[in-house]
């Protein structure tokens, strides 16, 4: 697969500026080692103790009011493991787009059964307690280099995968892989994912200073680009940038399954992959509380409400995006704006596939008023300059996000990679 030239970008509405404020990286927190690619250290972890991000989150309290019941969410990764502590029961019947021996449910690496314990795990035997631990996954299970070097497999698998995800009863598509190559069959795919009405999420990459090239399918104009954030709120120093990143979410220090063995979670520095898996556990959250809504709204109400600090509204950061993700402003506070059904926030253009989420049992007229600015002053971040670096302070509640971790990267044969 060539890179194509001329490809269709994000257009983003609103876009005014990007500040040199904004566009800067932040100084990294004392504890952030280093790069994502590192490989991990295996030690077992106790693994809750390190998401950090749940409480200043406030999960406990959104919890209360939804847990993403009725939203199901479709993993594009390795592979999910149905049979850890936190996945029993929460992992439905998916696709192997490989072509290799085995299944959806056999993880090659234990990547794909993180994400979707970050997602929707239980948090049972001390596992990883997903945001929205009432949603259920659907694994699709797809190649990285590594497994590609030592099997025979479907050169398609990332469309197949894709589009599979598209004819599944998910309304969220969540993909923590990336790959330098933008390609026709995987272009095409993206856009029929958009014409179902899915709301696609992917990692931005974490090569931000070894090149920075755009990650596909993140720099599909259709697709959600995630970036990651440290513990201050400010981008990760691994987290790519650039026109792709739509918006960010914790991505350093989360654990992850050590390998295929299942037996342990290991420390991590950091990465994308988390915060699309976060993401995309926000998005249910907010999609089981407005099941009425469409993927726009659900998306709109994301950009509408996260945390931007001192920015002007309608700014984007080429590092944050529309900023970091706060869904308790809405499912706590009733507050923010999910816009118009049938136009997508990511290019102001009207959508054919802006249908409601099947677990709809609500009038689209139920929608929460704009926010208003004052009264969300307690959960707003705040962004300072300093010798050339930028800072995003994010306050939940008053509660300080302390940032977070990521997951070791891995290659594909099109140098495809976890990120």
């Not at 693994?47 to 406990?60: G, N, R, V």
């Not at 945390?307 to 700014?315: C, F, I, N, P």
């Not at 596939?353 to 004052?374: F, V």
Request: with cysteine; glycine share 12%.
């Amino acid at each position: 697969m060539t890179a194509g030239m001329g490809q269709p970008r994000k257009r983003r509405v609103p876009l005014r500026w990007r500040g040199r404020l904004l566009s800067t990286m932040a100084v990294a927190a004392a504890w952030t080692v280093g790069f994502v690619g590192v490989t991990p250290t295996a030690v077992a972890v106790e693994a809750q103790s390190k998401q950090w991000y749940l409480e200043p989150m406030h999960a406990e309290e959104m919890w209360k009011t939804t847990t993403g019941e009725g939203i199901k969410v479709a993993v594009i990764d390795t592979g999910v493991n149905p049979t850890t502590p936190s996945l029993k029961g929460q992992v439905l019947k998916g696709y192997d787009a490989t072509g290799a021996d085995g299944d959806e449910y056999d993880d090659y690496d234990g990547h794909g059964t993180t994400m979707a314990e970050l997602i929707a795990g239980t948090g049972e035997g001390g596992g990883l307690k997903g945001l929205a631990p009432g949603a259920r996954v659907i694994p699709m299970r797809i190649t990285d280099t590594k497994f590609q070097n030592e099997h025979s497999v479907n050169a398609d698998d990332t469309e197949d995968a894709i589009r599979a995800a598209a004819d599944s009863d998910a309304q969220i598509i969540s993909m923590s892989f990336a790959s330098d190559f933008p390609g026709r069959g995987e272009r095409d795919a993206v856009k029929y994912a958009e014409s179902k009405g899915k709301l696609f999420f992917a990692g931005v990459g974490n090569n931000a200073k070894k090149g920075n090239k755009d990650q596909y399918p993140a720099a599909y104009p259709q697709v959600v680009g995630v970036a990651a954030t440290d513990s201050s709120g400010a981008a990760s120093a691994y987290s790519q940038h650039g026109k792709i990143v739509d918006i960010a979410a914790p991505g350093d220090g989360i654990p992850l399954w050590c390998d295929s063995k299942f037996q342990d979670y290991c420390e991590s520095e950091g990465g994308t992959s988390q915060a699309t898996a976060i993401t995309s556990a926000a998005a249910a959250l907010i999609w089981s509380a407005h099941p009425e809504w469409t993927a726009n709204q659900v998306l709109n109400l994301l950009f509408d409400t996260a945390g931007r600090g001192d920015w002007e509204k309608g700014t984007l950061s080429n590092y944050l995006g529309h900023g970091v993700i706060r869904p308790a402003v809405n499912i706590l506070k009733g507050t923010g704006d999910p816009g118009d059904p049938d136009v997508s926030p990511l290019t102001g253009e009207k959508t054919s596939g802006s249908t409601a989420s099947p677990a709809a049992s609500a009038s689209a007229s139920s929608q929460p008023e704009k926010k208003d600015k004052a009264d969300d002053a307690a959960m707003a971040g705040s962004s300072a300059e300093k010798d050339g670096d930028s800072q995003l302070g994010l306050i939940l509640g008053g509660v300080a996000i302390v940032l977070v971790l990521g997951i070791g990267a891995f290659a594909l044969v099109r140098k495809r990679r976890s990120v």
